[in-house]
Nanobody, 123 residues
Framework: QVQLVESGGGLVQAGGSLRLSCAAS????????RGWFRQAPGKEREFVAA????????DYADSVKGRFTISRDNAKNTVYLQMNSLKPEDTAVYYC????????????????WGQGTQVTVSS
């Protein structure tokens, strides 16, 4: 059974940092592209960042570019999202996702999802 498990969320003050992790099990996820999405209360799920299976290509939403960094360790089947200079508007539940082919920004294109981890940024 495919499983994605996020961790690392929490409460942080504006300007602070957090690192999210997403561990995969059940398949050879080193061959999968991975993405991070987030959903704030009353809003739709939105794309944050994505990385190809090799890690050679990344993509970021404009709202996080320059502040967030996505990376992966295929030996550990884990993807990370380093979040710096956090803002209150970054508050959301963050989800990791996986798909077999190229990275895209559409949430509907990702077949596998984690349960989410809450990130709260106080002002």
């Amino acid at each position: 059974q495919v499983q994605l498990v996020e961790s690392g969320g929490g409460l942080v003050q504006a300007g602070g940092s957090l690192r999210l992790s997403c561990a995969a099990s059940g398949r050879a996820f080193s061959t999968y592209s991975r993405g991070w999405f987030r959903q704030a209360p009353g809003k739709e799920r939105e794309f944050v960042a994505a990385i190809t299976s090799s890690g050679s290509t990344t993509d970021y939403a404009d709202s996080v570019k320059g502040r967030f960094t996505i990376s992966r360790d295929n030996a550990k089947n884990t993807v990370y999202l380093q979040m710096n200079s956090l803002k209150p508007e970054d508050t959301a539940v963050y989800y990791c996702a996986a798909r077999f082919t190229t990275i895209v920004r559409m949430a509907s294109a990702y077949a596998h999802w984690g349960q989410g981890t809450q990130v709260t940024v106080s002002s």
